[in-house]
């Protein structure tokens, strides 16, 4: 299928590439939305200040490194390596699952702290870092679901016929995911 | 990419992209009528749906004008269909809320949102950009069946025992936050927010598709700048939806957490009767009118703008001229886009919003009259010595720019926050929305459905049933609407119950009986349409000719019934752009028509 070429007409991005973009443009408007919510809540009244739990730290290690190996499975693929492709993207699998653990301790330190999340004791400054970090996590897990898809897709069919063109498009969501990860840490660091 | 390999991407490898022909699969009842990827099944899908919506909403209207026409009065049988909702045939507080969300919810999303750009831009974009389907069929299927489990959800929660939810389609907290604030706010509310979240995810599944459609699948020679219309309005339509979607999700969200998770983004400082003091602390309200206003704006324009789009394409064809300003036409829908972003807080002057900050929102309010005024002015010169041939679906184009015309007025008063303090939540208000947004909305719905009739099922509607359908409508829709302008001038608040017992409002209830009276009778009336609707589906006159209005767009070169992937053999070819009418002394020259030597080169 990524065979098919337009004839007479000018190259043109992929849809389902062009879809991805769109709806990259339609997440990144959703956590525009929470993070100037975030903005206007801080500069009200009994805005309870702490620091970021530790995990966090490592949990976006861990992102920047599953960009790296999904990247690195493109490339395999590319070249047709294909047990070097399964392998970056079991990794990259794992690392997201990882990644989903570190948040989720994280979640525990700061409740270890004896500061509350949610619940009618909760002060709304973790409540926002709970539902803007959880509604993250829900993204990347949607990645690491699609991640194992196409891990049994590569060990079951057992040839080069996946599509390059949903690798790629699955990747630009991985990186995207990251950076909105980057950005929140930055966020949540910088103003919170 | 070609068409040709999105319309087969679960069918494997396949080598020949020329000559296909898409008419002899063989499909089962399932797959063509239930769970169908052709856009245009799923567009039939999408309007029926809004169709059966459209009624149930209208008739709660009906019920909410009766206790509002006729206060005093008992109808036995009101009670046989509601039940302890209508105790003695006198509709009760609880259930008139409970009316007016559900109808404002379900025309608002249901109707005018799903039903309106769901059906026009799966039907129309493939067709007239040059497409065999849309860039992702499957999650085509998914949108509609999104809104379709979105329905039965909104459906189910008029029948739970608390009711549904009763605290204005806008949702605002504490009512929608917690449920012990009233009946409604109970396990309606809770069936209200999943349907709600299953419709923004229709509404984005199908905005994306239609985004990528239009910019990555145009056929060979289909500019943009050759784009009808109609394209260009659903395209803005569908960016405005995926960006503003995701916020009001964002802010439903939060809502969840508030209701169900005892956090405090929106509560602060409550006591509820009964219940005692909530230990909420620390949250706004007004938090939550910022997250919903942010789409609730830009749902207007999506509402508005696709039949904006029709109606440009309809008054050129039935004038027979081409679309007078077709840049400044685009233009203006794109300033309309930019703005719908800029003016949200416009709904929030007296929250006690800084004046300042009003002020802005003020200026950037009344500016969206410039691109307004620009497309009235170019539609009204589109007519301007035309050659109009006055078909249904013409009658309610020009009835549309009518309602625009008198709706988008009103809303230069309410767009300026000093005349707001008086307006805000009267029935002035309501009378400007309904017009400019609501009846307008729907005249381009109806415009786009009479006229686009005969490529949907190959056959025409029945003519003298339409102009009943236009007549009775456009009359009923300035009786009903324009008296609320004086009630809200006088200060009469939407919402109430019962203004009988209020010394400032006991004068309206003649006006206000005549309203209702109006209301009946138009609503009835739309039952001409849904007649003429079903009736000519399978009765109707036949389509001979592959373009009975002489237009110049590409569906039209589709055969008259066609199947999935629209052209037998290959996609046509586009060489001009869509509103060459009257040119050098030809009544029309379509779209696959190559320029001849000898033409004039404007158009």
């Known amino acids: ?192 | 990419m070609s068409n040709e390999a999105v319309l087969h991407t679960h069918s494997g490898a396949h080598d020949d992209h020329e000559d296909h022909s898409h008419e002899h699969h063989e499909q089962s009842f399932i797959s063509k009528y239930v769970f169908s990827q052709d856009h245009k099944m799923i567009a039939k899908q999408f309007l029926i749906t809004g169709m059966v919506w459209a009624v149930l909403g209208g008739l709660m209207s009906v019920l909410f004008r009766l206790q509002l026409g006729y206060p005093d009065a008992n109808f036995p049988w009101l009670e046989t269909i509601l039940g302890k909702w209508a105790k003695g045939g006198h509709i009760t507080p609880e259930a008139y809320y409970a009316l007016v969300t559900t109808h404002g919810t379900v025309l608002v999303f249901f109707v005018l949102t799903a039903g309106l750009s769901g059906t026009f831009a799966n039907f129309l974009i493939p067709l007239q950009i040059g497409a065999r389907d849309m860039a992702s069929p499957f999650m085509n299927m998914l949108s509609y069946w999104f809104f379709f489990a979105a329905s039965i959800v909104m459906l189910s929660s008029i029948f739970v025992e608390t009711g549904p939810f009763s605290g204005g389609w806008t949702a605002y907290p504490p009512l929608s936050a917690l449920g012990d604030a009233s009946p409604g706010s109970k396990s309606g509310m809770d069936l209200w927010i999943v349907s709600m979240a299953l419709f923004v995810v229709s509404s984005l599944l199908g905005g994306l598709n239609y985004i990528a459609t239009i910019l990555n699948m145009r056929t060979k020679g289909m500019s943009m700048t050759r784009l009808p219309l109609t394209i260009w309005a659903l395209f803005f339509t569908a960016v405005l939806g995926v960006l503003s979607f995701p916020v009001l999700l964002s802010g439903f969200i939060l809502l969840i957490f508030d209701r169900n998770f005892g956090t405090s983004f929106y509560l602060s400082d409550i006591f509820i009767n009964g219940v005692g003091a909530l230990p909420n602390e620390g949250g706004s309200a007004i938090l939550f009118q910022h997250l919903f206003w942010f789409l609730g704006h830009p749902e207007v324009y999506i509402i508005l703008l696709p039949a904006m789009g029709m109606v440009s394409e309809i008054l050129s064809v039935n004038s027979r001229k081409p679309i007078f300003g077709y840049m400044a036409m685009i233009g203006s829908l794109f300033a309309i886009a930019i703005l719908a972003f800029l003016v949200w807080a416009h709904h929030m002057f007296v929250t006690g919003l800084n004046p300042l900050l009003g002020s802005v929102f003020v200026l950037l309010t009344l500016l969206i009259a410039v691109p307004s005024a620009i497309k009235v002015f170019n539609w009204l010169t589109t007519l301007w010595r035309g050659n109009i041939r006055f078909t249904p679906g013409m009658l309610f184009a020009i009835g549309f720019v009518s309602l625009f015309i008198s709706g988008g007025l009103t809303g230069i008063w309410l767009g300026n926050s000093a005349l707001d303090i008086h307006l805000h939540d009267t029935y002035f208000v309501v009378a400007h929305f309904h017009i400019v947004m609501g009846v307008a909305s729907m005249f381009g719905m109806f415009a786009g459905i009479y006229h686009w009739f005969p490529k949907m099922y190959g056959r025409f509607m029945n003519n003298t049933l339409a102009y009943i359908h236009f007549w009775v409508t456009i009359a009923g829709a300035y009786l009903i609407f324009w008296p609320m302008h004086y009630q809200g001038l006088a200060g009469m608040p939407r919402r109430y119950y019962d203004f009988s017992i209020w010394e400032s409002f006991k004068q309206f209830q003649d006006l206000n009986r005549f309203i209702s009276l109006v209301a009946m009778i138009v609503f009835a009336v739309q039952f001409c349409f849904l007649f003429n609707f079903f009736y000519s589906i399978f009765k109707g006159r036949k389509v001979l000719t592959q373009n009975p209005w002489d237009a110049n767009t590409l569906e039209w070169t589709a055969p008259i019934n066609p199947g999935h992937g629209n052209w037998p053999g290959e996609i046509p070819e586009v060489y001009r752009w869509a509103y060459d009418y009257g040119k050098d002394g030809v009544d029309f020259i379509p779209q696959t028509t190559p320029v001849g030597a000898d033409e004039s080169v404007e158009h």
């Not at chain 1, 979640?107 to 970090?133: C, E, W, Y």
């Open chain 1, 1 to 192: 299928m990524t065979t098919t070429v337009p004839r007479n007409e000018p190259q043109r991005i992929h849809p389902h590439k062009f879809l991805m973009w769109a709806a990259i443009g339609g997440i990144v408007m959703m956590f525009a939305g929470l993070t100037s919510a975030y903005i206007v809540k801080k500069n009200q009244s009994s805005w309870l200040q702490f620091d970021l739990p530790i995990e966090f730290y490592y949990s976006t290690g861990v992102i920047v490194l599953s960009s790296i190996t999904m990247y690195l499975s493109a490339i395999a693929l590319k070249a047709a390596k294909m047990s070097q492709y399964k392998a970056m993207i079991s990794i990259t699998a794992f690392l997201g699952i990882s990644f989903l653990l570190f948040q989720y301790l994280g979640f525990k330190d700061l409740q270890a702290k004896n500061i509350a999340l949610v619940g009618p004791r909760s002060n709304s400054a973790a409540s926002f870092l709970f539902v803007i970090t959880f509604l993250h996590m829900m993204h990347v897990l949607g990645g690491v679901i699609a991640l194992i898809i196409f891990w049994f897709k590569a060990i079951r069919k057992n040839s080069t016929i996946t599509s390059l063109i949903s690798v790629e498009v699955l990747g630009t969501y991985w990186h995207f995911v990251g950076i909105l990860w980057i950005y929140l840490f930055l966020f949540y660091n910088w103003i919170g």
